[in-house]
């Protein structure tokens, strides 16, 4: 891709991975996915919910996830035991996702995830070190 920026080169790989089944949130299939670019490197996230949610003895709300991760240098993924807030509209928690395996060592995403509407969505992303927002 001789004369092509690396910003133009994150895009084309950013919708790649779209293309690839990346795309945005669907909820027939109680999916998101999404793809975030980390320091010029797609970073395909993707959560499914796998079962119905339900309310712990402490007031949360326990929801079931399968999680994905994929980059050009690896993917990882499995199930999560995410916790809400209870009785709420939308609902938020944190995730600390380490890149290591997707190729991206040293590194790790802060992620903010909310829970509305049945879907798990990426609400805010920030890069360490350095305190980066990635979304």
Known sequence: MTG???????LLAALAFTALG?????AQDG???ETLIVRGTPVAIGYCVEG????TPTGEVALPVSAT???????AGGKLLLRFVAGEGSSRTVQDLP???L?????TLHLTL??????VHIEGALLTPGAITVK
Do not use: H, I, M, N
């Open 4 to 10: 092509v920026t690396a910003a133009k080169r994150s």
């Open 22 to 26: 990346f795309g945005a949130a669907s």
């Open 31 to 33: 999916c998101t996915r």
């Open 52 to 55: 119905a949610e339900r309310t």
């Open 69 to 75: 991760y994929s980059a050009p240098g690896g993917s």
């Open 99 to 101: 890149l290591d395996g």
């Open 103 to 107: 190729g991206l060592a040293g590194q």
């Open 114 to 119: 909310v829970y509305a509407g049945g879907l």
